[in-house]
């Protein structure tokens, strides 16, 4: 059964996590620690169920085409994942559990935010392609 968690905001962008892990490492701790708490509490009351396997596909609303994309995506991605450990919902997010990562784009200028869709495979760690 696919799930899908409606993150109601904007991740900062890859500039914006580098210049804060510049000016000191507790910086960008003390916030990936509140954006993965952020998702985890989000994944439990949406009431995402547990899966074994997923393909995660993510879906970002932006305001506007002023960020690229890959600025968008690979900043956001592992507080969203690690939200989603932390939360039950995913037991790692280690090659066993996660089978594919997509991202999509999507400019809504009056709701941006982040869509999350977990979509369960029944891949074998082990079996053939």
């Not at 701790?29 to 952020?38: C, I, M, N, P, V």
């Not at 450990?85 to 995913?90: D, T």
């Not at 037991?91 to 709701?111: A, M, P, T």
Request: aromatic share 6%; glycine share 4%.
């Amino acid at each position: 059964m696919t799930q899908t968690l409606v993150i109601e905001s904007r991740f900062p962008s890859l500039n914006a996590t580098l210049a804060a892990a510049k000016r000191h490492w507790s910086v960008y701790a003390k916030e990936k620690r509140r954006l993965t708490l952020s998702v985890a509490l989000l994944a439990k009351a949406q009431g995402l169920k547990p899966v074994k396997q997923a393909v995660i596909r993510f879906t970002w609303y932006e305001k506007n085409k002023r960020r690229d994309p890959d600025n968008i995506s690979a900043a956001g991605k592992k507080p969203i994942l690690d939200g989603l450990v932390e939360a039950g919902v995913l037991k790692d997010d280690g090659w066993s559990v996660i089978q594919g990562l997509e991202d999509r784009f999507i400019i809504d200028k009056e709701w941006p935010r982040v869509e999350v869709t977990i979509t369960p495979t029944s891949h074998q760690e082990n079996a053939p392609c």
